[in-house]
């Protein structure tokens, strides 16, 4: 799948209304957080590098809830990020209505197929994912909560694309594991899944949940980066030289007497001095991670930084010496 997308569900949200995301990365947080940041719930991260015409995000007015849509030559893909609260179905039936009132507009596409996913953290036991054999976690408290769900992926057409018994979630207490996260997928997309797991041994530190993995044979258009001139790392002084003998035979003999003549002058100038910077000056293609402020002077002065600190620290033990000035 060539759409990189990040869905993160509480507690790694940081509720300032800022995430900690990098430059790689477009932050889309729920419909309202401007006017309420601390009821945000969850975050969704898309690949800088995904052209921003190929998708957008879709009005759905909950804190637990964000909506993006894709859209590309095989047709659509609409991704739901959720996070569900273990005490409460609201938001299921939320996403309940929201389908109802437009399932038209989300399973139809001007041309290709139309794609699903219901993704997050459900807070749901049952022995559907869960383990079968785990009866402590099928009280009819849960099991009637999670008929909820159920009925709600299945009036929506939606099958598991993580296969069930996989635990996702390790309970802080006990250390026992469970399944609370999901990815739900509209049923004529299966074919388009090619990995779908959970990541047991990329889990974070002091986190209960481990990230899941789906992988779908579709192809979103990425940003084109045109390579631009480098002049930072350019030898200047090489670069005069070449440009006096190039500038030499466009230098006029005669005394330019009208427009026309000052016209031909700049224009022959010009070539001259734009052939030299496609001859001699380095091309650099500008990305998410490229720093413009960076200079080969900083290069330098990072170098000669190490080497300081390196001899620094081999006379540690001598705290008079010079060095560590």
Same mark, same amino acid.
């Given at each position: 799948?060539? &759409? ?26 729920? =419909? ?40 590309? %030559? ?34 139809? *596409? ?14 749901? #036991? ?21 008929? =909820?769900? &159920?009925?709600? &992926? ?6 598991? %694309? ?8 390790? #309970?802080?207490? =006990?250390?026992?594991? *469970? ?42 258009? =990425? ?20 440009? %006096? ?19 031909? !002058? ?25 720093? !413009? ?8 002065? !990072? ?10 620290? !081999? ?9 560590? %000035?």
């Amino acid at each position: 799948m060539n &759409i990189d997308v990040i869905a993160l569900q509480e507690p790694a949200i940081v509720y300032t209304g800022h995430s900690i995301a990098a430059r790689d990365w477009i932050s889309v947080y729920p =419909t309202p957080h401007q006017s309420s940041p601390k009821k945000t719930r969850l975050l969704l991260l898309i690949n800088a590098q995904i052209s921003t015409d190929s998708w957008n995000q879709l009005n759905f007015l909950s804190s637990n809830i964000t909506v993006v849509q894709f859209s590309s %030559a095989w047709g659509k893909l609409t991704i739901f990020n959720i996070y569900n609260k273990g005490d409460s179905n609201s938001t299921i039936n939320l996403l309940t209505r929201y389908y109802s009132d437009n399932c038209q507009s989300l399973e139809q *596409s001007q041309g290709g197929s139309v794609h699903q996913i219901w993704l997050g953290d459900f807070n749901r #036991h049952h022995p559907y994912w869960d383990d079968p054999g785990d009866l402590r976690l099928f009280t009819d408290t849960a099991l009637a909560a999670a008929e =909820t769900l &159920i009925e709600a &992926i299945a009036k929506a057409g939606l099958e598991l %694309a993580l296969p069930s018994s996989i635990p996702t979630h390790c #309970h802080n207490v =006990t250390k026992l594991w *469970s399944r609370l996260d999901h990815i739900f997928i509209s049923e004529n997309s299966i074919g388009t899944v090619t990995a779908c797991d959970a990541l047991t041994e990329h889990r974070g530190v002091n986190t209960d949940h481990v990230p899941i993995l789906i992988e779908l044979s579709l192809g979103l258009v =990425t940003s084109k980066v045109k390579p631009i001139p480098n002049f930072r790392d350019m030898d200047w002084e090489e670069f005069r030289k070449s440009l %006096a003998t190039h500038l030499g035979p466009v230098q006029p003999k005669d005394q330019i007497l009208n427009q026309r003549q000052l016209d031909e !002058r700049c224009s022959s100038i010009t070539e001259a001095i734009q052939s030299m910077i496609r001859e001699q000056v380095p091309v650099t293609e500008i990305t998410p991670k490229s720093k !413009r402020w960076w200079t080969k002077e900083l290069i330098q002065l !990072r170098s000669q930084s190490n080497k300081l600190g390196r001899q620094s620290y !081999r006379h540690r033990n001598q705290l008079d010496h010079a060095i560590h %000035a």
